[in-house]
C-alpha cells in the first residue's frame, strides 16, 4: 500500500493497474473527480498549462470499485 495518499500518475496507475492514459480517460469522462480523486500537484512547474496530476489513491479504487460494481462500462473507457 502506498503510504502516502497522494501519488503521482505513474505511481497510482501501477498501484491501479491502469495505464496513465486511462487514468487521464476517466478524468476526462467524469470518474474521478478533481479536489476529491485527483488535483494538481503543488510543486512549482514549467509548464503551468500542463501541471503534474496526483491522485488520492485509495478513493480512487473505492470509486473504480463502486463503477465496476454498478457495471458502469468503465473498461471500455481505458485507453
Known amino acids: 500500500m502506498i503510504e502516502n495518499h497522494w501519488s503521482t500518475e505513474t505511481e497510482a496507475s501501477a498501484f491501479l493497474g491502469v495505464?496513465?492514459?486511462?487514468?487521464q480517460r476517466w478524468r476526462?469522462?467524469?470518474?474521478?473527480?478533481?479536489?476529491?480523486?485527483?488535483?494538481s500537484s503543488?510543486?512549482?512547474q514549467?509548464?503551468?498549462?500542463?501541471?503534474?496530476?496526483?491522485?488520492?489513491?485509495?478513493?480512487?479504487?473505492?470509486?473504480?470499485?463502486?463503477?465496476l460494481s454498478q457495471d458502469a462500462p468503465i473498461n471500455d473507457l481505458a485507453a
Open 19 to 23: 495505464t496513465e492514459k486511462t487514468l
Open 28 to 39: 476526462e469522462v467524469g470518474y474521478l473527480k478533481p479536489g476529491t480523486h485527483w488535483r
Open 46 to 67: 514549467s509548464t503551468p498549462w500542463k501541471p503534474e496530476v496526483i491522485y488520492h489513491v485509495q478513493w480512487c479504487k473505492e470509486e473504480i470499485d463502486y463503477w
Open 42 to 44: 503543488p510543486k512549482r
